[in-house]
C-alpha cells in the first residue's frame, strides 16, 4: 500500500479476535484511495467491500469490486488492491492466523520452477539484498531471464517479493511481542524507520499499531 503522504492522511486499523484454534486479524479501512502494493499473505483473505470500488489485480487480470461484495484472495497470490475512482473506497480485511509462526505460502506449486527455486534462495537470506546477479547464476541462467520469469509466475519483481518475505518475517516477531527495532534487524530491514516506511507502504499501518492489536489480544 502507498504510505500516506502526510501524517493527518488515513491509516488502517487492526483488531485481533480469538478463534477456536488461533486468532483472525480484521484491517479496516475507511473511504479513501487506497492503492496497495503488490504482495501476498500467508492466509486467505476475505475482502469485504464497504463502499466505494476498487479494482483487484491478480496475476495478469482484474476484477472490479464494488461496496457489498466479498472476494477471497487465496494464500500466497500475489495481489493488489487500486480506486477506481476519486471517490476512493472503504473495507474490512480479515484474515485466520492459526499459529504463533504461520507457513508461509508462496512458493508455486510446482517446487522444481524456477521461481521456486529463487524464491527459496530469498528466503534463506538474512539481509535486503536481493542480489540478481548472484541468484541467477545459482538457477544456472541470465539476471535478465530470471527477472522476466519471476515476474510472469509469480505476479510480482524479485525484490518487491524478496521485501513481502521480510515483512511476514516481521510480523511473526511483531506478534510474539518483539520490540521494534528487533523486528526489523532479525527480518534484515535496515532500521526501524526501514520497517516502518515498508510495513505502511503494503498495510496502510505502522508495524508498532500491528504490534499493540496483538498485545491487547493477548
Known amino acids: 500500500m502507498v504510505a500516506p503522504k502526510s501524517a493527518s492522511e488515513p491509516r488502517t486499523t487492526l483488531s485481533v479476535l480469538p478463534l477456536k484454534v488461533g486468532r483472525t486479524e480484521f484491517i479496516k479501512g475507511g473511504q479513501h484511495c487506497w492503492r496497495f502494493r503488490p504482495h501476498f499473505h500467508a492466509g486467505d483473505e476475505i475482502v469485504h467491500l464497504l463502499a466505494g470500488r476498487a479494482r483487484l489485480y491478480l496475476r495478469d487480470k482484474f476484477y472490479e469490486v464494488s461496496a457489498g461484495d466479498s472476494v477471497v484472495v487465496p494464500a500466497g497470490f500475489v495481489h493488489r488492491f487500486a480506486p477506481v475512482d476519486e471517490e476512493g473506497w472503504s473495507f474490512i480485511s480479515e484474515f485466520a492466523v492459526r499459529s504463533p509462526s504461520p507457513r508461509l505460502g508462496y512458493l ?10 529463487a524464491a527459496s534462495i530469498l528466503a534463506r537470506r538474512r539481509t535486503l539484498q536481493s542480489d540478481l546477479d548472484e541468484i ?7 539476471p535478465r531471464y530470471l527477472s522476466r520469469r519471476f515476474r510472469k ?5 524479485v525484490h518487491n517479493f524478496h521485501s513481502l518475505l521480510a515483512i511476514h518475517r516481521a510480523k511473526t516477531l511483531l506478534r510474539g ?24 507502504r503494503t498495510f496502510g499501518m505502522t508495524p508498532g499499531t500491528f504490534r499493540s492489536a496483538w498485545r491487547a489480544a493477548a
Open 108 to 117: 508455486p506449486d510446482d517446487r522444481s520452477s524456477l521461481a521456486a527455486q
Open 177 to 200: 511481542q518483539a520490540s521494534l527495532v528487533e523486528a526489523a534487524l532479525d527480518a534484515g530491514f535496515y532500521d526501524q524507520a526501514h520497517l516502518t516506511r515498508e510495513f505502511v
Open 153 to 157: 509466475e509469480v505476479g510480482t519483481s
Open 136 to 142: 541467477a547464476a545459482a538457477c544456472s541462467i541470465s
